[in-house]
């Protein structure tokens, strides 16, 4: 991975972070900023610019009122979008590239779900009513840098920290809870902090009121973030992520596969994490299905992982390259890499077998996947009536061609057939 340049505050301004200067933005901040309005960037992208991590979208605070940013924005010839307009959120379209512009605002009443909100134009009120401090951060179109609740201090201390009472800032949308661990895991060094920890934990049963597909959609990003296994760790321990997912989750097995990922350069695989973590047999995966809105393919591939994984627990080793051929024969190149890969986890990564495990991973990936070179139709050349019978003769044939060890040879092929069809024949009184 190549290193990111991070920007620096000097002398109360934003300094060296590109998306400030990106022209597109700088239009659209004219554009609004006409007769008195002021719009800023605020929250994630200053966060990442400062830690140098990638900014993938800018997010602006604005004075002006959605009617008047849409408005403007039509007559400057910009496409907009009117995303959320009763939350005061307007989406444009510059140059191809989307910008999202909300209204400052108040909240006036929460449910722990949705808030209703008066619009305003005060930069500090709406800082405080946001999340963690190092979401509360603001620049101006000259980028000068607003700091209103100590963001700054937090991001060079790698903390996150609610803004103002903890439990309160929960109760106002309780999808709080796991943006606390997925950002901690993100952005955060040791600890959880304590105030925030124990709010979470005491206002847990606010998780149930969330839709699962908010839930799945911050575990999928708690899941890749750097210190992933330390946080679901701690969450399974607060007995908050069980309940989330309706079975057990085994964080060490999931430190393990993140283990193996790093030591092979492997790209972090979010759904294989979240095997590592929650599944064991096959079964599990229809349950993940039901509590996170998992598609139909991501339900298949856990499934079909959890399959491979059953005919390799207990393993310390991985199995010679001579059962892995027929491995791989009966569970396809992905399924058995996949499960594999988690029953290397399950064993506990002993650095002393990595590379047996390495070695047999090498094996499954580059070898060429077998396929009976026989088909129904080649049965029924032979003089056998299509229906049943054709399945379960194909079904001998394939037995007897894996313990032959898939030979190739015309002769040796058309003998292998003659004895799986002599086997479905009726035997003669």
């Given at each position: 991975?190549?290193?990111?340049?991070?920007?620096?505050?000097?002398?109360?301004?934003?300094?060296?972070?590109?998306?400030?200067?990106?022209?597109?933005?700088?239009?659209?901040?004219?554009?609004?900023?006409?007769?008195?309005?002021?719009?800023?960037?605020?929250?994630?992208?200053?966060?990442?610019?400062?830690?140098?991590?990638?900014?993938?979208?800018?997010?602006?605070?604005?004075?002006?009122?959605?009617?008047?940013?849409?408005?403007?924005?039509?007559?400057?010839?910009?496409?907009?979008?009117?995303?959320?307009?009763?939350?005061?959120?307007?989406?444009?379209?510059?140059?191809?590239?989307?910008?999202?512009?909300?209204?400052?605002?108040?909240?006036?009443?929460?449910?722990?779900?949705?808030?209703?909100?008066?619009?305003?134009?005060?930069?500090?009120?709406?800082?405080?009513?946001?999340?963690?401090?190092?979401?509360?951060?603001?620049?101006?179109?000259?980028?000068?840098?607003?700091?209103?609740?100590?963001?700054?201090?937090?991001?060079?201390?790698?903390?996150?920290?609610?803004?103002?009472?903890?439990?309160?800032?929960?109760?106002?949308?309780?999808?709080?809870?796991?943006?606390?661990?997925?950002?901690?895991?993100?952005?955060?060094?040791?600890?959880?902090?304590?105030?925030?920890?124990?709010?979470?934990?005491?206002?847990?049963?606010?998780?149930?009121?969330?839709?699962?597909?908010?839930?799945?959609?911050?575990?999928?990003?708690?899941?890749?973030?750097?210190?992933?296994?330390?946080?679901?760790?701690?969450?399974?321990?607060?007995?908050?992520?069980?309940?989330?997912?309706?079975?057990?989750?085994?964080?060490?097995?999931?430190?393990?596969?993140?283990?193996?990922?790093?030591?092979?350069?492997?790209?972090?695989?979010?759904?294989?994490?979240?095997?590592?973590?929650?599944?064991?047999?096959?079964?599990?995966?229809?349950?993940?299905?039901?509590?996170?809105?998992?598609?139909?393919?991501?339900?298949?591939?856990?499934?079909?992982?959890?399959?491979?994984?059953?005919?390799?627990?207990?393993?310390?080793?991985?199995?010679?390259?001579?059962?892995?051929?027929?491995?791989?024969?009966?569970?396809?190149?992905?399924?058995?890499?996949?499960?594999?890969?988690?029953?290397?986890?399950?064993?506990?990564?002993?650095?002393?077998n990595e590379r047996a495990w390495a070695s047999a991973?090498?094996?499954?990936?580059?070898?060429?996947?077998?396929?009976?070179?026989?088909?129904?139709?080649?049965?029924?050349?032979?003089?056998?009536?299509?229906?049943?019978?054709?399945?379960?003769?194909?079904?001998?044939?394939?037995?007897?061609?894996?313990?032959?060890?898939?030979?190739?040879?015309?002769?040796?092929?058309?003998?292998?057939?003659?004895?799986?069809?002599?086997?479905?024949?009726?035997?003669?009184?």
């Open positions: 991975m190549t290193a990111r340049s991070k920007a620096r505050v000097i002398d109360g301004r934003l300094a060296d972070a590109a998306f400030l200067a990106e022209p597109r933005l700088q239009r659209l901040l004219e554009v609004i900023n006409a007769d008195g309005e002021e719009t800023r960037v605020v929250g994630g992208a200053i966060r990442n610019a400062l830690l140098g991590e990638p900014v993938a979208d800018v997010d602006l605070a604005t004075t002006a009122s959605p009617e008047l940013v849409a408005s403007r924005c039509v007559r400057a010839g910009l496409r907009t979008i009117p995303t959320g307009i009763e939350h005061g959120t307007v989406s444009v379209l510059v140059d191809g590239v989307q910008y999202e512009i909300t209204t400052l605002r108040e909240d006036i009443d929460t449910d722990g779900r949705r808030a209703t909100v008066r619009f305003g134009r005060d930069f500090h009120a709406d800082a405080l009513r946001r999340d963690f401090t190092i979401n509360a951060l603001s620049v101006d179109r000259e980028g000068r840098l607003y700091d209103y609740v100590g963001g700054l201090d937090d991001i060079a201390h790698s903390r996150v920290r609610f803004i103002g009472d903890a439990r309160q800032r929960i109760r106002e949308d309780y999808l709080r809870v796991l943006r606390l661990f997925r950002f901690h895991a993100a952005y955060g060094d040791g600890a959880i902090d304590a105030e925030a920890f124990n709010a979470a934990v005491l206002e847990r049963s606010g998780l149930s009121r969330l839709s699962r597909e908010r839930v799945q959609a911050e575990i999928m990003k708690l899941l890749v973030a750097r210190h992933a296994a330390g946080v679901v760790a701690d969450m399974t321990h607060a007995g908050l992520l069980g309940p989330l997912v309706a079975g057990i989750v085994v964080p060490a097995r999931l430190a393990a596969y993140i283990a193996t990922e790093t030591a092979r350069n492997l790209e972090p695989d979010v759904l294989m994490r979240l095997a590592a973590a929650c599944v064991l047999i096959p079964e599990d995966a229809a349950r993940l299905r039901d509590m996170l809105r998992l598609s139909n393919l991501q339900e298949t591939r856990l499934a079909r992982a959890a399959g491979a994984l059953g005919k390799l627990h207990g393993r310390t080793l991985p199995p010679p390259h001579g059962e892995l051929v027929f491995f791989l024969y009966e569970q396809e190149r992905r399924a058995a890499l996949d499960g594999l890969l988690l029953a290397q986890a399950e064993s506990g990564c002993d650095p002393a991973y090498a094996f499954l990936r580059d070898t060429p996947e077998q396929r009976l070179p026989v088909s129904g139709a080649d049965i029924m050349a032979r003089g056998l009536d299509s229906g049943p019978a054709i399945g379960a003769v194909l079904k001998s044939l394939q037995a007897m061609w894996i313990r032959a060890g898939f030979p190739k040879d015309p002769e040796l092929l058309a003998k292998l057939v003659d004895d799986a069809l002599n086997a479905h024949r009726p035997r003669q009184s």
